[in-house]
């Protein structure tokens, strides 16, 4: 009798301290805020199709943040529209949360009515912008159906999104499988037998078979991508393109720690840019996952090497880079403009880097990159509002915030402290430097 007195008091227990636990995460405040994501959301309906979709506007200016609309693009895109729709898939309510289901479920509407059709230039691939009057745009440079960022964007989240809806809308699983297919199809074509050629720009040798020749920046989202449909799917094709494209990526590092430029991995030919440079992120995710410890370790070299020098450097926009008989050296350094998707790549990747080591060095470098956005900067100014959900579009080269919000600076923002809010000991560091 007293036995089991115990055992219903140890359970009765258990149940309150989960209770209790369950209560303290849902009244911790976040620094997660939909409000402005929220705002620039609006559920459509395509003028040829008929077919309701989810858009994300690319502008938002201050000081009311009315929408705009570009005149040679649109008014929303595939690259926002993915981002948008990836973070919510990452959303810790979003199994129980209607809204944002709904909000996702359009999104991936948008993205698979974007997709150029077979008889169309371009076919598998996909278009980028939407016109005000609801149309595709097929003829700007930046929204043409081709090999470029709107299409591996657009692959990410219909790879992330397959596996949530196989459960819950099996045909719509199935036409995300279709229209990965094609563009799978397209990526083994265009670059699954690409021969490894190399070119020197400035007496750096840089791979001719990446997208654009050296594109790492594009590489890198196309390597998660493809990743998840290896993992689901593995074929060889798929493992030797993959296997291409982190060769390529790295052998765009140059320097170490105690030379320039420190680890950092090339975007583009003799350049690196801030934007866009997920490389790290990637070559940890991908290469733990493949077993490739290369991979891992040239993404630790950047992080450990690399973004420490950018924050002595109080930020870094870009620059280019020429190989001497001393080494690398810089011939062009640009400070500005600083933006929220060149912060964010550097705090998933050490983020990622923490993740698989568990090493607290790894959690302090991500509060400490964070806490770009909340003040410690070179303006001292907040870049992430998280009162309204805003993330401001930048700091130019005098130091001035633009304080316009549009789709990118939002979703990078929220991007970054959902993935920092996973672990406590990264916000721990980042409250130190705020």
């Not at 149940?15 to 459509?44: D, E, G, I, K």
């Not at 926002?80 to 959303?91: H, I, K, N, Y």
């Not at 076919?123 to 745009?137: C, H, Q």
């Not at 440079?277 to 450990?304: C, F, H, M, T």
Request: glycine residues 6%.
């Amino acid at each position: 009798m007293v036995s089991l007195v115990r055992l219903l008091f140890v359970f009765f227990l258990v149940l309150f301290w989960n209770a209790s636990n369950s209560l303290a995460q849902r009244t911790t405040p976040r620094y997660v805020n939909l409000s402005h994501l929220n705002h620039l959301y609006q559920s459509v309906q395509l003028k040829t199709s008929g077919i309701d979709v989810g858009t994300i506007a690319i502008y938002s200016e201050a000081p009311d943040y009315h929408l705009v609309t570009d005149a040679d693009e649109g008014f929303t895109c595939i690259d926002d529209v993915a981002r948008a729709g990836l973070f919510l898939l990452g959303e810790p309510d979003i199994d129980m949360n209607q809204d944002k289901q709904t909000k996702l479920r359009t999104m991936v509407e948008f993205v698979l009515q974007l997709q150029a059709p077979d008889q169309e230039a371009g076919a598998g691939y996909f278009y980028n912008f939407l016109w005000p009057d609801r149309t595709i745009n097929k003829t700007f440079r930046t929204s043409v159906a081709e090999p470029n960022f709107w299409s591996w964007r657009a692959m990410w989240l219909l790879t992330e999104a397959k596996p949530y809806y196989q459960k819950r809308e099996a045909e719509l699983a199935d036409r995300i499988q279709a229209a990965t297919q094609k563009l799978v199809a397209n990526m083994l074509r265009d670059y699954g037998s690409q021969p490894k050629t190399y070119q020197v720009v400035k007496g750096v040798r840089v791979p001719g078979w990446l997208p654009f020749g050296s594109g790492t920046d594009q590489a890198a989202i196309m390597l998660l991508s493809l990743n998840t449909i290896y993992q689901q799917h593995p074929t060889l094709d798929l493992l030797k393109l993959i296997d291409a494209l982190g060769e390529g990526i790295l052998s765009m590092q140059h320097g170490d720690k105690n030379r320039f430029p420190y680890g950092a991995i090339l975007s583009f030919e003799n350049n690196w840019h801030a934007y866009a440079s997920d490389q790290s992120y990637a070559l940890l995710r991908v290469g733990k996952a493949l077993n490739r410890p290369e991979w891992v370790a040239a993404a630790r070299r950047e992080i450990d090497h690399f973004y420490p020098y950018l924050l002595r450097q109080g930020f870094l926009e870009s620059f280019e880079v020429r190989s001497t008989k001393k080494g690398m050296e810089p011939v062009r350094t640009s400070r500005f403009s600083q933006i929220a998707y060149g912060i964010r790549p550097m705090i998933w990747a050490s983020l990622e880097a923490y993740e698989q080591t568990k090493k607290p060095e790894y959690a302090e470098l991500a509060g400490k990159l964070a806490s770009w956005f909340l003040g410690n900067n070179v303006a001292k100014a907040i870049m992430y509002d998280v009162a309204t959900g805003r993330g401001y579009d930048g700091i130019g080269a005098t130091g001035k915030v633009n304080y316009n919000s549009g789709a990118e600076s939002t979703i990078e923002s929220l991007w970054a402290f959902q993935r920092l809010e996973q672990y406590p000991e990264a916000i721990n560091a980042l409250k130190k430097y705020n």
